[in-house]
């Protein structure tokens, strides 16, 4: 795989970290904020994306799959912060590993996809689920952090101060 995939996972590492420290400071309350579909909450989306962290270590076949805890306080996002943190590790130990096919059963059948498909799919499922959580909070009035706030120029420009 090229730089480029190396590149996009600590991107989206960073951005989750950003927006999970962020998320921290609200109140807990703020963990039921949702735009349209109330089965989407804030706090619903941290937790999938922890979940789906899990998933794809699994496609990968890093990790046996497990069910994932739903955050319910800001404690508990904190909890889940840090695992995503060592989730986003793994995944990005991938990105030098080129593109592999690899077979897993999904739960209906084996299942063939490139290694380098997998963690693209990781890093775009991570930015719609930020899109969806950011405008969840803007809904119901909490203003933390923009999503450009996550975006590349910020993520170089804090990348450019730790060399």
């Known amino acids: 795989m090229t730089i480029s995939m190396r590149m996009n996972l600590r991107h989206m590492a960073w951005a989750n970290q950003k927006l999970y420290a962020a998320v921290a400071e609200l109140p807990d309350a703020a963990l039921s904020s949702y735009i349209v579909d109330p089965e989407w909450t804030v706090g619903r989306i941290l937790g999938h994306l ?29 909890g889940v912060a840090r695992e995503l943190a060592e989730i986003d590790a793994q995944l990005l130990s991938q990105a030098t590993l080129g593109g592999a096919m690899i077979t ?33 909070l803007e ?14 120029w910020c993520f170089y420009a804090e990348v450019a101060k730790q060399r």
């Open 50 to 78: 922890g979940e789906s962290g899990h998933w794809y270590l699994y496609c990968l076949k890093l990790a046996p799959w497990k069910p994932f805890v739903m955050p319910g306080s800001m404690a508990d996002v904190r």
């Open 104 to 136: 897993q059963d999904l739960g209906d059948g084996d299942h063939t996809y490139p290694r380098s498909m997998i963690l693209a799919q990781a890093v775009h499922h991570a930015s719609e689920h930020r899109a969806q959580l950011v405008g969840a």
């Open 139 to 152: 809904f119901k009035g909490y203003s933390l952090l923009k999503l450009d706030d996550l975006d590349l």
